[in-house]
């Protein structure tokens, strides 16, 4: 189905990192969609002018601190009955390894941990919608990733940026699995994809990187943010959705998890009950 032509009028929708780049084309195609937009953003100043742009409104969160995306999910619950779709497209990729106020490696907790919280969080929301989809922004990079459930926080390996921001993406891409399973019945669906080398704030914090993105050269090179937020809007739109749940696209391809972990049903369920445990979640266990 050609998204171009999707109604999104009547349908509420909430992308996260929607200050700049994707996310920021994201909330400006589904508002001319006829959507109504929550835009969420660390930046009031860039978060209010995207709002302001698609006649939403703004949201504001810091995925690096888990009280805040608390209380974004409070704040999203006053202000909508239902939520239709929520994009999780925040995410960052740190050069240094550190901790968050919460005391975990902020790689994992920006791009994984926090995602998963809101989402928990939102889940009475979504089941109020008949159609309700969770799409998750993932990488390319997952495929470098390595999950040890006894060291999510690297605290006992030889920090290397992409490798940990590689880990994280790995964490979403099997958190979309086991949020299909255990919605697997409902009007919930989820799928994650790789949006392609694209020109955004990702990797903000590397003077190098934000050099080459920022370039003449750079931008020739890499897709636009309209162009990575194809993906995302393509499973916004696909007719059935079932038919994407749990889904990962490279793009607009469905692939299957090139990392052998990215495989593994044991431990994408291991990873939620220790997600649920470190956000102070119920776990849920389902068999």
Known sequence: MDDAVRDFRGKTVVVTGASAGIGAAAARRFGELGAT???VGRSQEKTAAVAAQVGGRMHLADFASLDSVRGLAADLQSAYERI??????AGAMFADRRLSADGHEMNFQVNHLSPFLLT??????LAASSDARVINTGSLQYRKGRLDLDDLDAAKVRYNKLKAYGTAKLGTLL??????RRTQGTSVTTSVFHPGGVATEVARESAWQRFVMESRLGKAMLLSPEQGAEPLF?????????SVNGAYFHRL?????KNPQGRELQLARKLWERSAELTGLPAHSQS
Do not use: K, Y
Not at 175 to 180: M, S
């Open 234 to 242: 393509h499973l916004a739109s696909v007719a059935d959705p079932e």
């Open 253 to 257: 391809t469905r692939e299957e998890p």
């Open 37 to 39: 937009v929550a835009v």
């Open 120 to 125: 928990n969080l939102l889940l009475d929301r």
């Open 84 to 89: 239709d779709i929520l994009a999780n497209n």
């Open 175 to 180: 958190f979309t699995q086991e949020l299909a």
